[in-house]
């Protein structure tokens, strides 16, 4: 379906749930307030109802109490709209609110995309939900103010790799400049996001960095956190967001991978994959039940961890 089918679909409905994937980060939270605006702009109602609060690196967002995620709280509302979500059941919990006779509005850019809504606007070669979102802004004639800017940049900033992976287009700098332009310090952003570490976050990235090895000739490069590693620093499993970049970084490698030993996923292994050029990892985490887009992707498979790593580890090699 078109942009044009979602907009009849906002047009329509006046309460609304704006759900997005577990695991928050910088698109989906970005895009859910900055729907959540544009919805309020058009004299609509909405809640922002997630599996769990963002990670501590998202405090200087201050949006904590605007998600709510008890979901044993009654919410009214007429359409739920599901956000940078390629599959239902990765809004986790927050399926319950899910019922038959409610709208579902899929805005989303992974290619793996599974159509579940009953609307449904998926665009793999958007940089990032906040980019659809932002072309919503102007479908509808909404402007867009500071706060909705903000949004609307965090979510095309994390999703690109600060405008530097292959999703980055002449259109997502023209946003990207467009945003700006409305006050935005892209410096003071940058420094939250990046630059407000703890000694124990950097402690993990010490722990996560000495683990890494390459296979394939070099062409591959994996690492690993274990549950011990974020126990003995007392960190959410969250603060692993990006390390994966540092073995992506490695040169001659194609492909990338991070091993999370979840620390409450009852023996579950998060792997997340990341490649350059023409890899493309959304098929391979395919094999695992996972997805994503081209050169990001993720699953998460069962099992002890170095058993885990063996088996996707030879599963990658043979699909390199």
């Known amino acids: 379906m078109s942009i044009e089918k979602t907009i009849e679909a906002i047009r329509k409905f006046n309460k609304y749930i704006i759900v997005s994937h577990i695991g928050p980060e910088g698109d989906s939270i970005g895009s859910q307030f900055a729907f959540k605006i544009l919805l309020e702009k058009l004299g609509k109602k909405a809640v922002v109802v997630n599996d769990a609060k963002p990670p501590s690196q998202y405090d200087f967002l201050d949006v904590n109490d605007d998600i709510i995620t008890n979901v044993n709280k009654k919410i009214d509302y007429e359409a739920i709209a599901v956000l940078d979500c390629p599959v239902i059941k990765r809004i986790g919990k927050v399926e319950r609110y899910i019922k038959k006779d409610k709208a579902i509005i899929n805005v989303d850019h992974h290619i793996s995309n599974s159509e579940f809504g009953s609307v449904n606007w998926v665009e793999p070669y958007m940089s990032s939900c906040g980019e659809m979102v932002y072309n919503l802004y102007k479908a509808l004639k ?56 703890t000694l124990s976050e950097v ?68 792997i997340s ?10 098929k391979i985490a395919s094999l695992f039940g996972g997805g994503g887009h081209k050169n990001a992707s993720g699953c998460v498979v069962k099992g002890k961890l170095k058993d885990v790593m063996k ?10």
Do not use: C, W
Not at 177 to 192: M, N, T, Y
Not at 273 to 282: A, L, M, P, T
Not at 311 to 320: E, G, I, Q
């Open 142 to 197: 909404v402007p867009i103010n500071y706060r909705s800017a903000f949004f609307l940049y965090l979510a095309i900033v994390m999703d690109t790799g600060s405008f530097a992976y292959e999703n980055t287009s002449p259109d997502t700098h023209a946003i990207a400049s467009e945003l700006i332009k409305k006050g935005l310090r892209p410096d003071h952003i940058f420094q939250a996001i990046y630059e407000s570490k």
């Open 203 to 270: 402690n993990l990235l010490k722990e996560a960095l000495s683990t890494i090895k390459t296979a394939e000739g070099g062409k591959l490069a994996y690492m690993h956190v274990s549950k011990s590693m974020l126990k003995s620093l007392k960190l959410p499993e969250e603060t692993t967001e990006g390390l994966i970049n540092y073995a992506r970084s490695i040169r001659g490698t194609k492909a990338a991978i991070i091993f999370l030993e979840k620390p409450s996923g009852r023996g579950n292994i998060d």
């Open 273 to 282: 994959f990341r490649s350059k050029g023409e890899v493309d990892v959304d």
């Open 311 to 320: 088996h996707v580890l030879k599963t990658v090699a043979r699909n390199l």
